[in-house]
């Protein structure tokens, strides 16, 4: 879809032609064989001239000098672009940094911008055109551009999976597959084993199922580096009926993202490999779906979770919380000392802040500052919501020492309450609940926190 070119003939290109509108020769050149028709449009942000013949591209595409690094012009010209089926040739070269940076993010665009949910569909669409580069030092944008727009796309892939054809098993297979990028190792923690670790509030949500849970680790450590490993946690409840707390027919639908958590954190690491990031990251999911069935968890019992603290259920539709409790102990376990938690995991969140922000939550300022600064840039954002004692006095269980669910209001609150109830003092811990902007229905899942966390790394 994206290409370097290194070297171009105008007269003989058969693509559409876009031009940035800076001084190089190629330029030069069409402006001059075009005399001041071209030039009259390098102010502009995005307009189409028909060639008439004059060259075999059919139209030539003006970007204004400028304007692709002018903060307010770029989503415009990616749309424009982006609704371009031919071949696309970019004539562009010598670049500051921050123009390197925009063509790294219009590669990038480009890419997320053509993602189709088309795998189970009998009849495809017809592909669009390759995109093409034609300039000075612009592969390791190309590939950067690349490299995120592809991670984020296979998040999208996994989220909009069914579960018929992503199951926790699956899930686990294609986290294996990642150990063919260098500096990555893959766990995978069969139900024995799970049993063999105490993960009884996992393995609480798993047992109306007929599928296995799987424990997912994937390690990244680049050669060299001595930092301790930070750990991305993603909910990965494979598809959520709400177990014998059944969701309504009305909610059910759609359910196959509540992995979304899971498809970011693996995503990422996938990212992060790509890039060869100096960096050392855990990614773990606690995978299974959450269902009814003969043995399945019922209101009223309690499960003892991998740190010895009991949970009282008081709804198993408050699954995913058990699982993340196992979870984020094993991190710790495994040595972070940073946690990020990533879960669709309340629709009180959703209630709250709609589908535009992730709702965070923290027991450290200093970190959620750093991680925000990240996602400031990327366009993902975050709004803080509180994480106090008011919402652990909630969960106060009479007959085990919490609850899995407090009262009917600020749901969101007391299922991170819940959450930090797993994380030790000395962890800095983040929690981001992307039940509002992991997905739409307009273009399906969309690959939330994928970017932020490779760039957090890459930071």
Do not use: C
Not at 84 to 102: A, G, H
Not at 192 to 213: C, H, R, T, W, Y
Not at 314 to 320: L, P, W
């Amino acid at each position: 879809m994206i290409q370097l070119q290194s070297a171009f003939d105008f007269k003989k290109e058969t693509k559409d032609l876009v031009i940035i509108a800076n001084e190089n020769q190629a330029t030069k050149d069409l402006f001059d064989l075009f005399e001041n028709q071209l030039d009259t449009f390098k102010d502009e942000d995005f307009t189409t001239v028909h060639t008439l013949g004059k060259i075999l591209a059919k139209r030539i595409h003006v970007i204004g000098k400028n304007k692709l690094f002018e903060e307010k012009s770029f989503n415009k010209i990616v749309s424009k672009l982006e609704n371009l089926d031919d071949d696309i040739l970019i004539l562009k070269n010598s670049f500051t940094s921050k123009e390197q940076e925009k063509i790294s993010l219009l590669v990038e665009k480009m890419i997320t911008k053509r993602y189709l949910i088309e795998t189970f569909k009998s009849k495809k669409s017809d592909p669009k055109g390759t995109i093409y580069f034609y300039g000075d030092d612009m592969r390791k944008d190309i590939d950067e551009g690349t490299i995120y727009g592809e991670s984020i796309n296979k998040a999208k892939d996994l989220v909009n999976t069914p579960y018929n054809h992503l199951n926790a098993k699956d899930l686990a297979e294609y986290a294996k597959i990642l150990e063919k990028y260098p500096n990555i190792k893959v766990q995978i923690f069969d139900k024995k084993q799970i049993e063999k670790m105490n993960m009884g509030a996992f393995l609480g949500v798993n047992k109306g199922s007929s599928d296995e849970p799987y424990l997912i680790m994937i390690q990244y450590k680049k050669e060299g580096n001595k930092d301790e490993p930070t750990a991305l946690v993603g909910k990965g409840v494979m598809y959520d009926t709400g177990g014998y707390s059944l969701k309504t027919p009305q909610s059910m639908p759609g359910m196959k993202v509540d992995m979304a958590g899971a498809a970011a954190v693996i995503s990422a690491i996938e990212g992060i490999a790509r890039l060869g990031l100096d960096a050392n990251v855990i990614s773990i999911v606690a995978a299974t779906d959450n269902r009814i069935g003969d043995g399945a968890i019922v209101p009223d019992d309690i499960l003892t979770s991998a740190n010895g603290k009991t949970i009282e259920i008081v709804s198993t539709d408050a699954e995913g919380r058990l699982t993340l409790a196992d979870a984020v102990w094993f991190a710790q376990k495994e040595g972070a000392k940073k946690v990020i938690d990533v879960a669709t995991l309340t629709g009180a969140i959703v209630a709250a802040l709609g589908q535009k922000y992730t709702g965070a939550f923290t027991n450290n300022q200093d970190f959620l500052n750093d991680f925000k600064t990240v996602t400031e840039e990327t366009k993902e954002m975050l709004w803080q919501m509180p994480v106090s004692d008011v919402f652990h006095e909630e969960l106060k269980s009479k007959v085990a020492d919490l609850s899995n669910k407090g009262g009917r209001l600020a749901g969101a609150s007391i299922a991170a309450a819940f959450i930090e109830e797993f994380i030790d003092e000395d962890t800095k811990w983040i929690h981001l609940d992307i039940a509002g902007t992991s997905s739409n229905k307009k273009d399906g899942a969309t690959g939330a926190m994928v970017k932020s966390f490779i760039k957090y790394f890459e930071k």
